[in-house]
């Protein structure tokens, strides 16, 4: 209810204030803590030499960001700028020999991505990752879903537990930068798209796919390290389709995005020569001295850090995607933009294929509460495996199963009399307004569940205790009124989206009220 209501101009005015001005306290007080201390004993690791003629040091504690923008980046661009112009090479060079080279485009990205994993990673990690797909390969053409879903997290298991992992990371020989990475990520979405073809092949009705069907949808290069996960059924018809055309101003999305991230990348760099706010959290001792304001910037930053990065990631990855004529998964949408559990992802690949393969495939219309309840309990226990099974993950895994769950039962509760005739009576504007105090409490939730994964236990519980606590009544109820200013101008972008999605009928002129 209440989602196309609108509320006074000057309301959202004062909103958008409030939200500015308490971003610019956060961050002055981050940067503060970040100047005072960066000559700590602690800093010494993760705080390196930076803009020298600026004197200031640059926050490196994520390795992975470091490494794809620094020694890993030209690796990346060679080998993506290497397939795009090794497929329109051949493209262009197949009719010549009488072969159509868009019927046959599949095959020419999955030719050049099993040839760079080889030169990349070695004979033995190939040989590895080709017997993952043999043996789920085999097990889908019994077309038995629960042996499929039963060979596939046995497998995945396999590279996330000891002393299996450990087992197989040894047969990769060689040692460069940022290999465990690739052989995780390699082996990790290799063994998801294996489970999506032979859950797809199940679904088959003649015969099966083909086992070339598989190697090529594997072995895209853009796709095969680092994701997204795009289904078979969606990857198998794009890139089979014969008939490619670009839409209006297609190309200059693509340039303009690409500008965007490379903006992204250098406002991230920016940010990390004045705001250190990966390196801030890993000191205990300094993080107990800080304000109530400068923990929840800290703890909101992070979140933030982490979406960009996964947007960045997947936006360079899926701008060579559509250059290939596919319509990979999109990037995951903003924690700011969040306020509720089902909402909450950082790979929306990876979302997209537990969705259709366990969350949507148990719940149904995930309108009954005991049915929605093991669907989520499936979802998360694969998302645990997933991730690796460790402490953090369990925890992290029962904090989010538990919030997805309350929200149906907050729904289910509030929708039944008396609080439906109330929100009724109430109208749209002020129901806008009620719903938006307990998003604002949700949208904490969310932070507060998630920043354990993204930097420790320990943090997240003084941050949750400072917030919710001892900062009770005045930084728990400023904090939370700031969180709802937010809230509603989301909701406002949401509104009007609606509209623009949705208008309104219109009678004698004027727009019905909702």
């Not at 050049?112 to 040989?127: I, N």
């Not at 598989?214 to 290069?221: A, E, I, T």
Request: hydrophobic share 45%.
């Amino acid at each position: 209810m209440g989602i196309k209501a609108a509320l006074p101009r000057y309301e959202l005015y004062l909103y958008t204030a409030v939200l500015g001005l308490a971003l610019i306290w956060a961050g002055s007080w981050i940067f503060e803590a970040s100047s005072e201390n960066v000559n700590r004993k602690a800093f010494r690791e993760s705080v390196k030499p930076g803009w020298h003629y600026f004197g200031r040091k640059m926050d490196v504690a994520d390795f992975e960001w470091v490494m794809w923008f620094t020694t890993f980046r030209n690796h990346i661009l060679f080998a993506l700028a290497g397939h795009v112009i090794f497929a329109k090479i051949l493209t262009l060079v197949a009719p010549k020999t009488g072969v159509d080279g868009r019927e046959h485009r599949s095959f020419i990205f999955g030719l050049y991505g099993g040839l760079a994993v080889l030169v990349t990673m070695g004979w033995t990690f190939m040989a590895l990752v080709l017997s993952h797909c043999i043996i789920l390969y085999s097990v889908a053409t019994v077309k038995s879903k629960l042996m499929c879903f039963a060979a596939g997290l046995a497998t995945l298991a396999s590279i996330k537990m000891e002393p299996y992992n450990s087992w197989q990371e040894s047969l990769v020989t060689g040692s460069f930068d940022l290999q465990d990475l690739l052989f995780y990520g390699g082996c990790g979405f290799s063994i998801m798209r294996c489970m999506s073809f032979g859950l797809e092949n199940c679904e088959k009705k003649d015969g099966n796919y083909k086992f070339s069907d598989l190697l090529k949808y594997n072995f895209y290069l853009p796709f095969f390290f680092f994701g997204p996960v795009m289904t078979f059924d969606r990857y198998h018809a794009q890139a089979n389709r014969t008939q490619l055309t670009r839409k209006d101003r297609e190309l200059w999305n693509i340039t303009s995005k690409a500008l965007t991230h490379l903006g992204v990348v250098l406002v991230v760099d920016f940010f990390f020569h004045y705001l250190y706010i990966l390196t801030i959290p890993s000191d205990m001792k300094l993080v107990t001295k800080l304000s109530d304001w400068c923990l929840a910037g800290l703890a909101y930053s992070n979140l933030v850090y982490d979406w960009v990065k996964a947007a960045v990631m997947f936006g360079v990855i899926n701008t060579v995607a559509t250059l290939d004529h596919l319509e990979p998964p999109q990037p995951p949408k903003c924690i700011t933009m969040l306020y509720v559990f089902s909402e909450t992802h950082f790979d929306r690949g990876i979302n997209d294929w537990l969705c259709k393969y366990v969350y949507d495939y148990i719940g149904g219309d995930h309108d009954r509460i005991f049915r929605e309840l093991l669907a989520t309990l499936c979802t998360f226990a694969v998302t645990t495996l997933w991730l690796g099974p460790c402490e953090v993950v369990y925890i992290w895994s029962v904090l989010n199963c538990f919030g997805l769950n309350f929200e149906l039962w907050v729904a289910k509760l509030f929708s039944l009399p008396p609080f439906s005739t109330l929100e009724r009576m109430m109208g749209g504007a002020m129901s806008r307004r009620v719903r938006g105090v307990f998003n604002a409490a949700n949208f904490w939730a969310i932070v507060l569940y998630n920043v354990l994964s993204l930097n420790s236990l320990e943090f997240a519980k003084l941050a949750g205790g400072r917030l919710v606590l001892k900062g009770f009544p005045l930084s728990t109820l400023s904090v939370l009124f700031v969180t709802y200013c937010g809230v509603q101008l989301v909701k406002e972008r949401e509104r009007r989206q609606a509209l623009l999605d949705e208008p309104e009928p219109v009678d004698g002129g004027k727009k019905k009220a909702e």
